[in-house]
């Protein structure tokens, strides 16, 4: 690509040692639902541009998304004289040798037709099935996004990938009564089912449904089970993961900093990262890094398989770059041998969590928040939507003794999770 071309040749003629140049083009085709109808087409081109330039080991990073000579110029020579003014850091570095690389993921093509008439049919099956919902937003959008990455030890990578994404907010509200705001993001390569059945979205809208008419619970505190939804395990994963990825390793607060092949979770857990995967929607071929991702494991029965790493955390560390760097999108976890039902069965007392409102746990695990859209269990039955309820615990210390794993999984194109089922949830009611 002759953009990426121009911006390493700036970057070298102001003075960088060594550069590298990552530029995404993404081109957009988005309907809305606004009052209960479909908007019409609307078309949207970005450019996203990152030159980072290397003087004496010194970097700097500078993010711009427009595309003229005037602009990239500048750009170049304010970064150049950035990096010449930071600290040196000898993981400063790029990847070097000839590698050229090329990957395409089948195409997903742009039908209007079918947009249109999916947002018909959602439309119409909120009104018939969820008629208390209120739909604040909701955006179905056509993306296709080129990548390219190219440095001047001769790595040049491109990818190139296209697919359809949901984003719809809600609430639900009867008279005074309203439920808490709620937000999903689904991503799909086609549209050929319905939208409601995408995910765990009817799930969710269901939920705030029933949070019009939630309870408290009658016991104060107590130590029970907690099964985690698939969507809310996806926020949990993503701390956990945290701590493969550089922050947390640079800095030596980690959990798991040199303990690779080391048994640190429970055994029925299997975490992978799975970049270029079959099941998902979502691709993300090579790094802003310059190196290549590939489908590994992270943890393999609860034994330590790799981290998460960009090309700097490694060298900073010591430790190999990860097989990617994701702490979110493209995570796998790998299903049990309970149903859902029978987990609720097994349960004497304790709660579903559908969602957590209480931000990252501490470095330790320790957490503490909201159990929000969730479900109280007792005697192996749901007994009611809760309100007013807070969940504490230590998630490193309940994900060392799960009690169970979902056969089912549900995928929301970005990530496939189950339900997973953890002892020693301390819940209290107001």
Known sequence: MELVKLCLSQLKDKGAQKAEVNVSKEIKEEMNINSGE????????????????????????????????????????EVTQNAKNSE????NDIPNGELKKEFKDSETQLDVEMMHRRLKEFIKGVNEQYDRLVIEEAILEHNKIKSYYQNTGGVELYSEDSQYNFTVMFFAKENKKTSSFNYTVQTTKDLDRAILQLGALSNLLEQSIDHLEPKAIEQKKFTGDVIITPDCMSAMTYFLLSHLSNHYMISGISKFKGKIGEKLLDEKLTIKTEPDSRKLAFKDYFGKDGFVNRNDYL???????????????ALKTGFERGPSTSVYSGIVIEPGDKSFDEMVKSMDQGIILARFSGGQPAPNGDFSGIAKNSYYVKDGKIQYPIKETMISGNLFDMLEDIKAISKERLNNGQTLMPYIQLRNAVISSK
Do not use: C, H, W
């Open 88 to 91: 040196p850091d000898p993981a």
């Open 299 to 313: 943890f393999q029965d609860g034994v330590l398989k790799n981290y998460l790493l960009n090309y700097y955390g």
């Open 38 to 77: 479909v908007s019409l087409l609307r078309s949207l081109e970005e450019y996203n541009i990152e030159m980072t330039a290397f003087i004496d080991q010194k970097k700097d990073v500078i993010k711009l998304n427009k595309v003229d000579e005037l602009s990239i110029e500048q750009a170049a020579m």
